[in-house]
């Protein structure tokens, strides 16, 4: 099979087309250059996306002994993940980055690019399982997995999709890319937005969206409590960072509850005024099996590195309602709900969907 390996020039990637062409695949690695201005990549090991990321990226491929491209993917990059993530924080929800670049760009854009050039498949360095059902799991490795990411994908993406990390542990992965002489065997993992140079999301969003002075106001009694320069720049859950003018009566600390652009407002409260026991949410996707028309007792995951909560889910027409069989805390607008089976072999990812509520 004729596949293109996204090589982000981390291990994971690296490893990922190595143990493809193991595979009997006929391999071209692709680097994304994602800048507009690569001057504003940021320098070391931060990021996903740096002019270093690029280099090492072309090395690997060198070791592996396959081709090696780069593909200017900054326009649509700007347009479908950096403008969403500002237009986000904006309308008060607080969005994933990295799951927006997985749906529109590493398996949109460029999964249409790469079978517009004959290639059958896109392989990446995720740590998911895909198997011979078609079905999306968890990887091995829990502590690493990124199928929470990866559960935007559609069925024909996903059939489209080889993810080669799945049933290894970070460990073997950094341990094989040793072996094979890949330099990247030892480089840090990334953690940071790759577009925000200087890891400040706060100013990242205050020079785009400039100063909106506004109120913050304590959920119970209704006073005003402290002041805030944006709004955009809270989310649900967060207690750092609020620079309140007064304690609560009780000493305790509060937590953002709710963001309201449309009065620039910030609300707060104490820790159990954050537990939810319903969410909605939008635009589901359901890969799990055919679309149930009846409610479906699952597992859902509520942030990236959330725990999973038992639930109820049913599917109604473009929305999608999960009942929570215990309340979660800091559910936030923006953020995916995804539905998994439980099982031995590795929790299934049933369907996701945006929430909205």
């Keep these: 099979m004729r596949v293109l390996a996204a090589m982000s020039g981390g291990v994971d ?81 607080t969005p ?19 079978v517009a050039l004959g290639f059958d498949a896109v392989v990446t360095g995720h740590h998911a399982r895909l198997g011979s059902d078609g079905l999306l799991r968890r990887s091995v490795d829990v502590a690493k997995d990124q199928s929470y990411v990866l559960a935007v994908l559609t069925r024909e993406q996903l059939d489209r999709s080889i993810f080669p990390l799945g049933d290894s542990t970070k460990a073997q992965v950094r341990a094989e890319a040793a072996e094979r002489g890949l330099a990247v065997a030892d480089k840090p993992d990334s953690h940071d937005i790759c577009f925000i140079a200087d890891g400040d999301t706060r100013g990242f969003l205050a020079g785009r969206l400039g100063e909106a002075p506004g109120d913050v106001v304590d959920a119970s009694t209704g006073a005003v409590v402290g002041s805030h320069t944006g709004a955009y720049a809270y989310t649900v859950g967060q207690r750092r960072g609020l620079h309140l003018d007064r ?40 890969t799990g099996g055919p679309r149930p028309d009846a409610p479906v007792e699952c597992e859902v995951q509520l942030r990236a590195h959330g725990d999973v909560v038992p639930a109820t889910v049913v599917l109604d027409g473009d929305a999608l309602h999960a009942e929570l ?33």
């Design 247 to 286: 304690p609560a009566p009780d000493g305790r600390p509060r937590y953002v509850l709710s963001i309201t652009p449309k009065t620039n407002t910030v609300t707060v409260g104490p820790a159990e005024a954050l537990e939810v026991s319903r969410v909605r949410a939008t635009r589901p996707v359901w």
């Design 325 to 357: 069989r215990r309340p979660a805390r800091g559910v936030a607008a923006g953020q995916a709900v995804v539905a998994y089976r439980p099982d031995p072999a590795g929790d299934v990812v049933l369907g996701s969907a945006t929430i909205s509520g």
């Design 96 to 114: 994933n980055p990295c799951l927006r670049c997985n749906e529109k760009i590493k398996f949109a854009a460029v999964l249409d690019r790469a």
């Design 13 to 93: 990637s690296a490893v990922a087309a190595a143990r493809a062409v193991a595979a009997g695949h006929d391999v071209t690695g692709v680097h994304l250059a994602l800048a507009r201005n690569p001057q504003t990549y940021r320098t070391g090991a931060r990021g996903c996306c740096t002019l270093e990321d690029s280099r090492d990226a072309r090395r690997a491929a060198d070791v592996i002994g396959i081709p090696f491209y780069v593909w200017d993917m900054a326009d649509r990059f700007h347009e479908d993940v950096v403008d969403d993530f500002v237009a986000e924080y904006a309308a008060g929800r």
